[in-house]
């Protein structure tokens, strides 16, 4: 089938399409043949659109200029991480800011490549 956006060939079994991001909706005569294909299909493939993912420049520029704030892991949704970071900025009296600045390397690097939902980051 073709996505109804862009035209772009889509399988059966996908809910985004992998050049839009645009939903594909599903049409009610699939629906049989949709258990055979099941088993070849890549879970990532239904993730939400491209436009709704996380950005792994912009988590990374947070976390490289307010790491200290745990904003980067914050955005990302790893609210234990961030409370964590600015914790150990508070008891190191700065010196564990280092901790955030490396994070953010790491994230701009594409070392942290989901978010906490596990949804992949978009570059
Ligand atoms: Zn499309």
Known sequence: M???????????IDRFC??????IAK?????????????QTSYQQSYPPVDTRKSKLVAGILQLVLGWAGVG????????IAIAQILVTLFTCG????WPFI???LILAGQVPVDADGVPLKD
């Open 2 to 12: 073709n996505c109804p956006n862009c035209g772009a060939e889509v399988r059966d």
């Open 18 to 23: 992998g050049r839009c991001g645009a939903e």
């Open 27 to 39: 049409g009610s005569q699939e629906a049989g043949q949709q258990q055979g294909t099941y088993q």
């Open 73 to 80: 892991r914050f955005y990302l949704g790893y609210n234990s």
């Open 95 to 98: 010196i564990g800011a280092i």
């Open 103 to 105: 994070d953010s390397i």
